[in-house]
């Protein structure tokens, strides 16, 4: 298996999906187009946005969970509210799984401050999911962590427009409990995909990881 | 008043037919829904199949509903490996297809509901073509 990691990672994009064997404790990894994976999780560094509840998020709250990530902004009819169910949906399927969900968590970054206000925030990510979290920060600490996890963002601000461009990465991050950057979905999302994949890397991993 | 009675019951008849017009020139929409709104949150979408089973191209131009301030035409799009949104002024349906509007590509974009939309309810939208033609659709909101 470490092979196919290397090998897959010196082509440029490890992709590894799970596929799982309950007996045996056996876990095996293909590649595949739904998740690219880390063979050398990145230890991520600081940074520090705000939550829906007005308390501090940063590094310090990424590290004992999984997290899963997903930069968007509430002012978006599409891609974001279809993500955040999915997530949901996914949320669902994880915490029904023999290891629960008690170590998961997910974080909805809006990459839109002006708008997206604490209060705004948390009514939006607890809709979907009385779970999520909704968090922010100015553009120097978005940046600080988008630019890790290779994540970009785009608003086109025009004064007097109420619905104005934002542009954002729609992948879906993952991040260890060590706080590293451990792998992402890519688009088009699904539920199951999401959480089958989570469920065998978390098995995978085990305490490796914590 | 009786002429203004007269006028609207004009304006009806035609819209009618008009509306008419459109399905018998063979373009209909199934699987058509709206996404609920989250609290707050004063936009959503809507998403159908648009099937044109004529024969001759047919061009999606806008879509008007009493139920929102404004509805747009709107689809998905891939920039720069970011995502975002653009206006589609027009679509072109061409012979005998369908086009799907679907999360992450094609949708309406319904701004500014007159009302909170639940799972359940029923939403008008009237999509127009070129050429005066305009279907009335009934979407069903979903969560």
């Known amino acids: ?210 | 008043m009786r002429w203004r009675h007269a006028a609207f019951a004009g304006l009806i008849s035609a819209l009618t037919a008009i509306a008419a017009a459109a399905e018998e020139a063979g373009i209909s929409v199934r699987d058509a829904w709206v996404r609920e709104t989250p609290p707050g949150m004063a936009m959503t979408a809507g998403y159908m199949v648009l099937q044109n089973k004529t024969s001759r191209p047919q061009v999606f131009v806008a879509a008007r509903s009493s139920g929102f301030e404004t509805v747009m035409i709107h689809r998905t799009i891939a920039k720069e490996g970011m995502t975002g949104m653009e206006h589609a002024p027009q679509i072109e349906l061409l012979p005998n297809a369908s086009l799907l509007f679907a999360p992450g590509g094609y949708h309406l974009m319904l701004l500014n509901p007159k009302r909170v939309l639940r799972a359940g309810d029923r939403v008008d939208i009237t999509l127009e073509f070129r050429g005066g033609l305009a279907l009335p659709v009934a979407y069903e909101v979903r969560k």
């Open chain 1, 1 to 210: 298996m470490m092979t196919t990691v290397v090998l897959a990672a010196m082509l440029g994009g490890v992709w590894l999906a799970a596929t799982y064997r309950e007996n045996g404790s056996q876990a095996i990894l293909l590649p595949d187009r739904v998740m690219t994976l880390f063979p050398d999780p990145k230890p991520l560094t600081a940074f520090a946005f705000t939550d829906h509840e007005n308390r501090v998020f940063d590094l310090s709250r990424l590290k004992g969970k999984w997290s899963f990530l997903f930069f968007g902004y509430t002012h978006c009819p599409d891609i974001c509210p279809t993500t955040l169910a999915t997530l949901a949906r996914a949320h669902e399927s994880i915490a029904k799984s023999t290891a629960g969900a008690k170590d998961v968590q997910f974080v909805f970054i809006s990459v839109d401050p002006n708008r997206d206000t604490a209060g705004k925030l948390g009514q939006y990510v607890t809709y979907f999911d009385t779970s999520f979290l909704g968090v922010t920060g100015d553009d120097a600490q978005l940046g600080k962590l988008a630019a890790q996890l290779g994540a970009a963002y785009q608003l086109a601000v025009t004064p007097g427009v109420e619905n104005y461009p934002v542009y954002h990465t729609a992948a879906v991050f993952l991040v260890d409990p060590r706080a590293r950057y451990h792998a992402v979905f890519a688009p088009p999302l699904d539920a199951e995909g999401i959480s089958r994949r989570f469920e065998v890397l978390r098995e995978l991993e085990g305490p490796k990881a914590t």
